[in-house]
């Protein structure tokens, strides 16, 4: 980056916090963690030990003892090599237009439900595509141009997320919960209705974890910070204990407000408010007004979770380009060193999915429209299982890393003994296998492959297309000094 860039902007620790808090919260994912039912708690607790905790600290150390633009990118190549990295880089750009996509579905299914009709397939297509060009060009800003964005962003998640779960203690305490606690097994994951164990409980994992993810985007904001050795740890950890209190907050009042079984994954937020305030009395035109606010930040946070990724994930993908995984243009970057070609292919991407899944749904024969109407679960589901490939190489890589002693006696260093780094490094790595096995195949029976086929030929597309990118990896000399010279 032109040394005049990074003194002209500066992105404190402040907006670190909160854009720590508005890449990770994501609101589009409680309603389908809330769909857990009670045991979400103690998964809740389980994932905040085994995964959460050694993630964060294990972003801090490699984000402040390795600064780079190119996050996970950088570590995974210096760890485990190129052609590991490369795969690292292809997942984590799959995912993102996935992502997009699914955001954009999801801003028209909620412009319907807080208008009260529906509108028209052409109007749908229009907006939809409004939307992944915003965030496209917002895609070409650095976090410090734009941290107004993800800074009301963030503001905007604790206002609903806070108030779905303040009015959800007080119909719990007044009026009990729609999923009351019958028995202490109701609380146990992977316990079923009958007693028994069930294996299908562990399908859930996936849904926390995706919720947990994007610590290692803040450490590609390093060139932005004054003092990114201090104040990526502290964005982190502050972060994190935000993060985990609203996400607890929310899919609790989501859970008071709705049975499990009557819960909808993409609208469970707004239907929650409506139940929730009918239940305490408030009057029809009251409620319309709440629900139309709080939609309206909730639509806002859909932009601002993509602006606050944006950066992270160009900024990995531009750095696989250079080594030839993606297109030698990918690398290109604007006045503001942002790659911003990355930013206008990922769209590109995007839009050709999402406009496949309007057209298909308007216009394929009725059987096969009715299959293809939720195309935000869809496109969710694929976007979180390449999300989860991504991370694996990962959690190697710190354990090769850490071995290696710190580069920096300034920067953040995880202590402690071989057998605890082992922990931190394959807990997750493990809860993170389990958690893709278990989404891919949430049953032993061939019954299952009536209803996921999609997922699994969409994840073996995926691995197989990645094996074609990652074998254009030049793993010479030129190309390692390159990625080098470009690492801090």
Not at 184 to 212: E, K, Q, R, S, Y
Not at 429 to 448: C, D, G, K, Q
């Amino acid at each position: 980056m032109p040394k005049t860039q990074k003194n002209k902007y500066k992105f404190r620790l402040f907006s670190a916090i909160l854009a720590t808090v508005c890449i990770i919260l994501v609101g589009d994912a409680v309603a389908p963690t809330a769909s857990i039912g009670n045991s979400q708690y103690l998964w809740w607790v389980i994932m905040l030990i085994g995964f959460f905790v050694p993630y964060g600290l294990i972003s801090a150390e490699l984000g402040t003892q390795y600064p780079s633009e190119g996050g996970m990118y950088t570590w995974v190549r210096k760890a485990i090599g190129p052609k590991w990295a490369g795969r690292v880089a292809w997942f984590y750009w799959v995912n993102f237009p996935l992502w997009i996509a699914s955001l954009a579905d999801l801003v028209t299914t909620y412009l319907m439900q807080m208008l009260g009709f529906e509108i028209s397939w052409a109007l749908i297509l229009a907006l939809q595509v409004f939307y992944i060009v915003l965030v496209s060009v917002l895609g070409c800003l650095r976090i410090s141009q734009s941290d107004w964005v993800s800074n009301i962003g963030a503001v905007a998640k604790f206002i609903f997320m806070a108030g779905i779960g303040g009015l959800g203690i007080y119909v719990l305490v007044t009026q009990g919960s729609a999923n009351p606690i019958e028995s202490w097994t109701n609380l146990l994951p992977m316990v079923g209705a009958d007693g028994g164990f069930d294996f299908a409980g562990l399908g859930f994992v996936a849904l926390i974890i995706f919720n947990m993810l994007g610590f290692e985007v803040v450490s590609t904001f390093a060139d932005d910070m004054d003092n990114p050795k201090k104040e990526i740890p502290k964005a982190i950890i502050l972060g994190g204990v935000l993060i985990a209190v609203f996400y607890l907050l929310a899919s609790f009042g989501i859970g008071v407000a709705i049975p499990v079984d009557e819960l909808s994954t993409d609208t469970g937020l707004l239907d929650s408010y409506d139940i929730l305030l009918n239940t305490i009395g408030f009057s029809a035109a009251a409620i319309k007004a709440i629900i139309f606010v709080v939609g309206g930040l909730f639509l806002y946070t859909l932009i601002a979770n993509i602006s606050s990724w944006s950066f992270g994930v160009n900024s990995v993908i531009a750095y696989a380009a250079e080594d030839g995984t993606f297109p030698k243009s990918w690398t290109k970057r604007n006045k503001d060193g942002v790659p911003y070609v990355v930013s206008i292919w990922t769209g590109i991407a995007a839009l050709v999915i999402a406009v496949a899944g309007i057209l298909l749904a308007e216009f394929a024969p009725e059987g096969v429209a009715e299959d293809l109407t939720n195309m935000f679960w869809m496109f969710f589901q694929l976007s979180y299982v390449t999300l989860l490939l991504s991370y694996l190489p990962m959690f190697v890589a710190f354990w090769k890393l850490h071995k290696q002693g710190p580069k920096s006696k300034k920067a953040f260093w995880i202590e402690g003994g071989s057998i605890k780094i082992a922990l931190f490094a394959f807990v997750p790595f493990i809860l993170l296998i389990v958690a893709l096995f278990f989404t891919l195949f949430p049953e032993f029976n061939l019954e299952m492959f009536e209803y996921n086929w999609p997922l699994i030929v969409g994840a073996c597309l995926a691995v197989i297309i990645g094996e074609f990118m990652v074998a254009r990896i030049r793993t010479g000399k030129k190309s390692s000094r390159k990625v080098t010279k470009r690492t801090r």
